[in-house]
């Protein structure tokens, strides 16, 4: 399997609270809603919690926080792309791009493709 992850940073103008309901209860439907176009086998929302064990986790780290992550997955690399290589997918992953603009700090979000290799199980 091969994940796609999606560490993410909210727009500037949105409360934690507003972007996390948006992501859950806007843009996840949209991708609900187009996975077969773009072929992801599973989708997560990993959302970030406001908690002092939270605030004092950064503060060891030194990092600025992100809001949340977002995983999707695929069969192979392969499918991956045969998945954006045809009108449906682009026309669908144009959409959720366009979507994403909406709650997502697109330039302050990293994003990169993956394979889990399980520890513990």
Not at 6 to 14: D, N, Q, S, T
Not at 34 to 40: L, N, V, Y
Not at 96 to 115: H, K, M, P, T
């Amino acid at each position: 399997m091969i994940k796609l992850v999606f560490v993410l940073r909210r727009r500037a103008e949105l409360s934690r609270e507003e972007f996390q309901r948006y992501w859950l209860e806007e843009h996840g439907p949209l991708v609900r809603e187009r996975a077969a176009a773009i072929g992801a086998r599973r989708y997560v929302q990993v959302h970030t919690l406001e908690t002092p064990l939270d605030g004092a986790l950064r503060e060891h780290r030194k990092g600025e926080p992100y809001d949340g992550v977002a995983e999707l997955w695929w069969d192979s690399l392969d499918a991956l792309t045969a998945s954006f290589g045809d009108e449906a997918g682009l026309k669908a992953a144009g959409e959720l791009l366009a979507d994403e603009a909406r709650f997502i700090d697109l330039e302050r979000s990293a994003i990169w493709l993956a394979e889990e290799h399980e520890i513990v199980g």
